[in-house]
């Protein structure tokens, strides 16, 4: 099942498998975010903003504009 990573809740995980956004997809990629990489959603603020995620065997703190432009593959 294809989500956006800011549909998904705390303890969820995916496939990373496309950017919404060409621009935002070169700083993703920087950071680590490279499709076919496994993504976990550690802990989503109260205000569901920022997010932090395990990607590449590193946590990483994404806004939620920026995961509303990753596209998993959920895990169910």
Known sequence: MFKKLSELKQGDSGIIRSFENEELSIKLLEMGCIPG??????????????????????KLSLRINEAENITVEQYI
Request: no cysteine; glycine share 10%; aromatic share 4%.
């Open 37 to 58: 990489e496994r993504i976990i959603i550690e802990q989503i603020a109260p205000l569901k903003d920022p997010i932090s995620v395990l990607v590449g065997g590193y």
